[in-house]
């Protein structure tokens, strides 16, 4: 097999695979003998009609699409290492040549990863943050937790916003029902706008018993076309009405949410775990600032290919967590009015902030040449086991070679955040009334103080801008 190299515009290349001839009649062969079985002809039993005859009889390109997809999916790989190129995308096929007793050749077209210019990444100025803990907020992480420990109970009285409503449900448009929209027994939390238009805000007021007509208007843009800016009448059953019933905050509520015996100990312990947490969150601001300065500094041309990559797995993993949560994709889609085109836009710009942020983190690490040890590896399995509950040996059984490889990876970048942070300096945020007082124009003053000031002017070295930044 030969692959030949060619270099495209904006970090696209084309790869031209030519696969022998020997290999493509074996795989003719196996397409034949995985469709043989299949196959009738007069005078020959099922699963023993000779190739030759089969392609008489069908024509010889009766086996050549099948034959293509197992050599590609066979020679692609061994193409994408012989390249040596560091391929971002999905590669798009071309078939060049297909013919019995000839090469297979085709084409692949891949996005390269792009060289990246790094400008400054160390001593970037970020903002400052105040991490202090109020007892207001410690207050309401408390109530979060009240929220969280609630019982949900059945309540005999009309539906209210927070509730949650057991509904059957079917959706008609122009008297006719219409496909997925129909559910029983659905546990809907009234306010939570999962349902499109205002089909919630009409079963507030309403009891168990209740049957209810709920008319809605699907989204101009709605990703079923034929229920797009269509009215709808939904026929809703309402079994059940239940609410949340919070536990009173006391000593006994304490023991039962932590290792507290008193509330007092407990409200400690939510203040350290807030300031924490703020510490936390302060962290990734600060750094997220400090990448966004890197990034604007930095020069890369990203193909596009390279990010219509990063948004279908983005989506790819939103509908995997939606899947866990019992609703698939197009139910997500068709409950929100939401449509892949539209959904692919929403996520763009965060797949281009990914792209970028792990581009220049990964230059960063090699311009300072990061390394990452066998040692630095068995430490991030620790932490993984530790949060599976696993023993580490135990894991690293599971840990292939190229998942290893992506560990690597992130611990570099991880790095490259810590080397970055450590040599950033910290402004503190300006308030607006100094804002604005830096805004105002200068007082008139006598000519004999101008005067003055001008001459003190002239002994006074003007400061730079790193010098204020550092004060």
């Known amino acids: 097999m030969s692959v030949q190299v060619e270099a495209l515009e904006k970090n696209m290349a084309k790869l031209t695979v030519e696969v022998p001839a020997d290999r493509l009649e074996k795989a003719l062969d196996t397409a034949y003998n995985k469709q043989k079985k299949s196959i009738s002809i007069p005078g020959f039993r099922k699963g023993k009609v000779p190739r030759a005859m089969v392609e008489k009889m069908y024509g010889v390109e009766i086996f050549y699409e099948d034959a293509a997809n197992i050599l590609l999916q066979e020679t692609y790989p061994e193409a994408y290492d012989e390249s040596g190129l560091d391929i971002v995308s999905q590669p798009s096929i071309d078939v060049v040549q297909l013919e019995k007793g000839k090469p297979f050749i085709y084409t692949a077209e891949v996005a390269v990863k792009p060289e990246v210019t790094l400008g400054k990444y160390k001593g ?106 269509k009215p709808a009448l939904f026929k809703v059953k309402i079994h059940e009405v239940k609410a949340k019933e919070l536990p009173e905050l006391d000593d006994e509520f304490a023991q039962d949410v932590s290792e ?23 962290r990734r601001t600060k750094e997220d600032e400090a990448v966004d300065k890197i990034i604007d500094d ?17 989506i790819n993993d939103f509908a995997n967590n939606m899947m866990q949560q ?91 955040i810590t080397l970055v942070m450590d040599n950033a300096k910290e402004r503190a945020k300006r308030t607006t009334k100094k804002a604005d007082e830096d805004k105002e124009p200068a007082k008139k003053t006598t000519t004999k103080k101008t005067t003055e000031k001008k001459t003190t002017a002239k002994k006074t070295t003007k400061k730079t801008a790193d010098e204020a930044d550092a004060e």
């Open 260 to 282: 507290c015996d008193t509330l007092a100990d407990y409200k400690e312990e939510v203040k350290k775990k807030l300031a924490d947490r703020k510490e936390a969150d302060a």
């Open 298 to 314: 930095a020069k890369m041309d990203i193909p596009e290919a390279m990010i219509d990559n990063q948004v279908n797995s983005m």
């Open 326 to 416: 019992g609703l698939s994709l197009e139910q997500y889609m068709q409950f929100t009015g939401m449509t892949m085109d539209k959904f692919k836009e929403q996520v763009r710009p965060d797949a281009v902030k990914r792209i970028q942020t792990s581009l220049v983190l990964e230059q960063i690490a090699k311009d300072e040449n990061i390394e990452v040890s066998d040692e630095d590896v068995d430490a991030e399995i620790e932490k993984m086991a530790a949060s599976y509950g696993m023993e580490a040996d135990k894991l690293k059984e599971y840990i292939q070679d190229a998942e290893k490889e992506t560990m690597k990876n992130d611990i570099a970048i991880q790095k490259a």
């Open 124 to 229: 970037i100025t970020v903002t400052k943050i105040d991490t202090t803990v109020t007892d207001e907020e410690v207050d309401a992480e408390i109530e979060t937790q009240r929220n969280n420990n609630a019982r949900t109970v059945s309540v005999e009285r009309p539906i209210e916003n927070g509730d949650t409503a057991v509904i059957d449900f079917e959706g008609f448009v122009d008297g006719v029902a219409f496909e997925g929209g129909k559910g029983e027994n659905y546990d809907l939390e009234i306010g939570s706008h999962s349902f499109i238009d205002t089909f919630e805000d009409q079963l507030v007021g309403k009891s168990a018993g209740d049957d209810v007509d709920v008319n809605v208007t699907f989204p101009e843009q709605y990703q079923a076309e034929d229920l797009a800016g």
